[in-house]
């Protein structure tokens, strides 16, 4: 039987990978920099990531926390004052060794001699050192605390497999870095951020995450505890989609961030850091994108509604663009998740069924279809990109702006129920070794690695049990989910004695 065809060549099925870059490419959200591993986000990519930056940022100011820049820039020695941080992002740094060029001779250019830095620069992949450096000439007394800074920057991490928005070596996000008075302020932040970030992937992203704590190997290096949001997209692997780690007074001492206590005594403070970045918008993608293209949710598109005005004949299309103008207007006066919503007119002189196919390959979550035989009945042609592509539905005119916010939110729920439900069918129980590595074992070679999922299984602790499991599978703990209740079992592996389950997946 043959496979209907699909706007994304390969599909889901055929070559996850292949397909995910296709999608991108299709729905015009980023393109390959000339610098290797780098990339261009596009205006609808960019669109994207403005409207998460914003609702994010929103959700962070109204919890008191304030935006602020930092250098992009990190002297080495800043860096190399947490033993454990450096060992974890040495193999990642970008490193400043001059500071001019001079002419090579041959017509080319190089770095001059004379210019070579007194000490070398880090281009920042990660700012807690940085940061340390000011919250210790700001903190003088508990008067001046808690500091409750985020900002919104990029960073640079090199990396040797870049995959476009889940990982280039230059990538956009947010860090947020705070500093407390005690352990349990810093703690208690330390969880709000990360039910901020549950919230904004649930509500916003329709993203159904497991929320836990990462096991001693896979924290955020220098971290006395790193807390993750984990999701599941198509091919069942996990993506950590967002972080917030409880540094302990580690950092503080490295940046020798002291006070005066309320005793008069002199301590170190109490920080945390936390972040999520543009790996969000590839996670979305995976998660609810088809074989046509790009899916999104309602919250986060750059348009919610785009309305094609079809005018075939010359002598018809003042009336259908006034009517697709008017249209707009009263779509942009009613709202949906409590805002206004987003329309756009694409009057582009080319033809329907190419201009409708390329806001499907966009995601955009509802397309009107509006010609001189709707004028005259008094109706739009509906389509939702979470339907077939070919289905429409032919609704009054004002009936469907009435209608129009409940069907952007029934489309949001949609998105969410469907993603939960295939995480669900994916999660699995597992008590045997044999199972175990059965059910990460891709069952024939020239089958695509779309197998596995989230294996709920026990383990002793141990990192040697990590090790060795990643080793033979590439499969690693993800989290040790916060609602798992106490249950005896046996570690998967070497059969010891456990407490609870942790979640085990393939991963990006």
Request: glycine share 6%; aromatic share 10%; proline share 6%.
């Amino acid at each position: 039987m043959s496979q209907p065809q699909t706007a994304i060549t390969p599909r889901r099925d055929e070559d996850f990978p292949e397909w995910y870059q296709q999608v991108v490419r299709a729905a015009d959200l980023a393109e390959n920099s000339d610098v290797r591993g780098c990339m261009v986000i596009k205006p609808w990519g960019y669109g994207l990531w403005e409207n998460m930056q914003r609702i994010f940022d929103g959700m962070l100011k109204e919890t008191g926390h304030r935006n602020a820049y930092f250098p992009l820039f990190i002297p080495l020695s800043y860096l190399a004052k947490e033993a454990a941080h450096v060992e974890g992002f040495a193999k990642e740094c970008a490193v400043v060794t001059h500071h001019r060029l001079e002419a090579d001779g041959r017509g080319g250019l190089r770095p001059a001699p004379a210019a070579e830095l007194t000490e070398p620069l880090i281009v920042r992949p990660t700012s807690e050192t940085i940061i340390g450096a000011s919250y210790a000439k700001w903190v003088q007394s508990y008067r001046d605390l808690p500091i409750l800074i985020n900002q919104w920057c990029n960073v640079v991490r090199w990396e040797m497999r870049p995959r476009l928005f889940l990982r280039t070596a230059e990538f956009l996000w947010q860090e947020g870095h705070t500093a407390h008075e005690s352990a349990e302020q810093a703690l208690q932040e330390t969880d709000l951020i990360l039910g901020l970030y549950e919230k904004f992937a649930r509500d916003y992203l329709a993203l159904p995450v497991i929320t836990g704590e990462k096991s001693e190997a896979e924290r955020f290096p220098g971290a006395v505890k790193t807390l993750c949001i984990e999701a599941m997209v198509q091919d069942r692997k996990a993506i950590q989609a967002g972080t917030s780690h409880f540094l302990g007074q580690n950092f503080a001492k490295a940046s020798e961030i002291k006070f005066q206590s309320r005793e008069g005594k002199e301590e170190y403070a109490w920080t945390t850091s936390w972040g999520v970045s543009t790996r969000l918008i590839g996670t979305v993608l995976m998660a609810h994108s088809d074989d046509d293209g790009l899916i999104l949710p309602p919250r986060i598109a750059p348009a919610q509604i785009v309305i094609l005005p079809i005018a075939p004949k010359p002598e018809t299309r003042d009336a259908v663009f006034a009517a697709a103008d008017k249209l707009a207007a009263e779509l942009r006066a009613q709202t949906a998740f409590g805002e206004k919503i987003s329309v756009e007119v694409d009057k582009r002189d080319i033809g329907g069924g190419t201009k409708s196919w390329e806001w499907i390959k966009k995601g955009v979550p509802i397309r009107i279809e509006l010609g001189p035989r709707d004028l005259e009945k008094g109706t739009v042609a509906v389509a939702r990109r979470d339907r077939g592509p070919k289905e429409k539905e032919f609704v009054p005119n004002a009936e469907f702006v009435a209608k129009a916010g409940a069907v952007l939110e029934e489309f949001q729920a949609g998105l969410l129920a469907r993603a939960a439900a295939y995480r669900d069918q994916h999660t699995v129980k597992i008590d045997t070794k044999e199972e175990f590595y059965a059910f990460f074992t891709p069952k024939s070679s020239d089958k695509p690695e779309i197998h596995g999922g989230f294996a709920l299984a026990h383990w002793n602790g141990s990192s040697a049990v990590e090790e060795k499991i990643k080793e033979d599978l590439k499969v690693t703990i993800r989290c040790i989910p916060f609602n798992a209740p106490e249950e005896d079992g046996k570690c998967i592996l070497t059969g010891e004695p456990s407490k609870r389950r942790v979640v085990w997946a393939k991963s990006y």
